[in-house]
């Protein structure tokens, strides 16, 4: 049963350094504003792996982390995209994240591994809120600020045009006969 716990502390890091790396290529982006977001959800993102990789022992550690320190490091040279650009990906990464956690927790009925994936998407649900609002506060994806676009569509229509149903329907006979014997048969 330790071997099952440890591989999935190792999925679970695995996950978590993917989003960690693209929290610090978004913390490369010109905004003060994303580039602090960003840079704190990193290293949030740093200190949860590192508890998790406490839970390990050191020879499961090394094989679970094999370049920890270096993926660390952000990577110089490409800078991020739009910082909104940035934030959907976040949201979409950490959606996936969710989804598959989730799933191991249905999966799974050992107690420890359902105690371990639990925590493991109450933390990411956080995280997808955090990156939820400051998403929404940015406006979502578009370029434009918020203000300048137009009203989201309501998908309330207007009158529909009053068409007759088709003379050959039981709809159309229905009608006709509404209140009285029916004359079809």
Known sequence: MKELLAEAIRVTVSMERNSEMLYRRGAMTE?????????RLAQEQSRRIDILLRQLSQADTAEADPGGAL???????????????????ALLEKR??????????RCFKEPSLCRFFESALAAAR???????????????????????????RSHVRGELPHRTPNRHTQLFFAMQDCGRQSRIG
């Open 71 to 89: 993926a660390r490091i952000a990577a110089t040279g490409e800078r991020g995209g739009a910082p909104c650009n940035q934030l959907h990906q």
């Open 126 to 152: 956080r995280e997808f809120k955090l990156i939820t609002a400051e998403y929404l506060k940015g406006g979502g994806r578009s370029e434009m600020p918020a203000s300048a676009r137009p009203p989201r």
């Open 96 to 105: 996936f994240s969710i989804d598959l956690y989730a799933t191991f927790c």
């Open 31 to 39: 905004e003060p504003g994303q580039r602090s977001f960003f840079e």
